[in-house]
Nanobody, 118 residues
Framework: VQLQASGGGLVQPGGSLRLSCAAS????????MGWYRQAPGKQRELVAT???????NYADSVKGRFTISRDNAKKTLFLQMNSLKPEDTAVYYC?????????????WGQGTQVTVSS
């Protein structure tokens, strides 16, 4: 099983980016999925999560600016980031709780860099 994140880049303050994370492999089902981020010198923190049924949860720092969504048929997770701020600069990681036959475990993507700077 692999999680492949993409969509990061350099954007000016106030700009937008859309991150994607595609899951591949012999997957039976995907439960909760989420985005986390880690800025230099800081611990990894939760950005947003989404359940298999579409219920969402956001960090206070991104509420109203970021939107998490998923396409279950394509096994893909998205993060629409609007009104970006310099403090959003970090490596963004996707995470998924994936079931393969009778075993469920967490998987992480490789990370994609988001830099917000003028």
């Amino acid at each position: 099983v692999q999680l492949q994140a993409s969509g990061g880049g350099l954007v000016q303050p106030g700009g937008s980016l859309r991150l994607s994370c595609a899951a591949s492999g012999s997957i039976s089902s995907i439960n909760a999925m989420g985005w986390y981020r880690q800025a230099p010198g800081k611990q990894r923190e939760l950005v947003a999560t989404i359940s298999s049924g579409g219920s969402t949860n956001y960090a206070d720092s991104v509420k109203g600016r970021f939107t998490i969504s998923r396409d279950n048929a394509k096994k893909t997770l998205f993060l629409q980031m609007n009104s970006l701020k310099p403090e959003d600069t970090a490596v963004y990681y996707c995470n998924a709780d994936i079931r393969i036959l009778f075993r469920t475990r967490d998987y992480w993507g490789q990370g994609t860099q988001v830099t917000v700077s003028s």
